[in-house]
């Protein structure tokens, strides 16, 4: 079974500066995706950044990027210059290539001071 | 419809009643999820339909917990003889592809429907 951790249920950043969210994953397979969604106060999850197993090449979207680690199975977000809008629960999630379940972890709180 | 839409937002049901959830998604968007969070957890996948088929429904709880698209478009969650581990938010989400292969598009989520069971 592939199970998603995320290891820090909240986090803090103060406003401007960088932050990382943590997850890792227990896979046996090669080919899948791994996601990271921010799921505001109002609850509708929106996609913030994916990332293909089979490409080494992290993966960045303006102020979120990704360290991805296969051997490690580890999927970390940085999030750059935070912006109290960043505020939200942070899910990471994985799905097989062939596979429509995606397995969401626990998630991260992410407050952002001001 | 711009987005996915959930109704109701929040449902308040005694222990032993039917309920039914509502989603509306994007307008063309083949693929349909229904996801079951409960307080302070990610979403567990509970069922996915292709257009009005139901592929897979291996997420679901019980017997219980019935769901349908009759006509590819909205999709219902349907409950019954609620218990109180039911309580839970209720996210629905769809994708413009047929299947979640290497085209993928992401998923839109709804903004959930709260149950609470008594």
């Known amino acids: 079974a592939q199970t998603v951790t995320q290891s820090q249920p909240e986090m803090s950043v103060q406003e401007a500066e960088t932050v990382t969210l943590s997850c890792t994953y227990d896979?046996?397979?090669?080919?899948?995706?791994l996601f990271w969604y921010k799921q505001p106060p109002s609850r509708q999850m929106i996609l913030v950044i994916r990332q293909e197993a089979y490409k080494q090449q992290n993966a960045t979207e303006n102020r979120f990027s990704v360290n991805f680690q296969k051997a490690a199975k580890s999927f970390s977000l940085k999030i750059s210059d935070s912006q109290l809008g960043d505020a939200a629960m942070y899910f990471c999630a994985y799905r097989l290539y062939n596979n429509n379940d995606m397995r969401f972890g626990a998630g991260t709180r992410l407050t952002v001071k001001p | 419809g711009a987005g996915v839409s959930q109704s109701p937002r929040y449902k308040v049901a005694k222990r032993g009643q039917d309920v039914a959830l509502r989603c509306d998604p994007i307008?063309?968007?083949?693929?349909l999820f229904w996801y079951q969070q409960a307080l302070g957890q990610g979403p567990e996948f509970l069922t996915y339909?292709?257009?009005?088929?139901?592929?897979?429904k291996s997420g679901l709880p019980s017997d219980r917990f019935f769901a349908e698209r009759p006509e590819g478009s909205v999709s219902t969650l349907k409950i019954q003889r609620t218990q109180q581990e039911d309580s839970a938010v209720y996210l629905c989400a769809s994708s413009l592809g047929g299947w979640l292969g290497r085209n993928t598009g992401e998923l839109f989520f709804g903004e959930g429907s709260r149950l609470t069971v008594l």
């Open positions: 307008s063309g968007h083949v693929s």
């Open positions: 896979t046996s397979e090669s080919d899948y995706y």
């Open positions: 339909f292709q257009n009005e088929a139901q592929l897979d």
